[in-house]
């Protein structure tokens, strides 16, 4: 018997939800410590397609953009992000948006 990855795991567990945003979340994180930045790409969308309301998206989706060399929409989501932040008052993921903003500003 072979134990599954925690990206198997993640994909099973996808099957019977596939759109829960912590899973679709969890299995982009995956796809990023692989390196498979398009794949992750792929599941942040999702999560953002389902769920704009999933706040950690903003942040995540925003430095892989960066690391894909597509500022202006990494810049996009941050500000989408810090409205979403406004709107449920999560002031702490809103300055930790701000601040990635600022910083992928500066490095224009």
Known sequence: MT?????????????????????????????????NWPEAKKRYELIYQTNDSYIALYYHLGKLLEKMDDKSEALKFYRIGISKCLEVNDLHSKSELESALMNAQIED
């Open 3 to 35: 134990l599954k990855s925690r990206k198997e795991q993640i994909e099973s567990m996808l099957e019977s939800n596939p759109t829960d945003s912590f899973l679709l979340f969890a299995l982009a994180k995956e796809f990023e410590n692989e390196s």
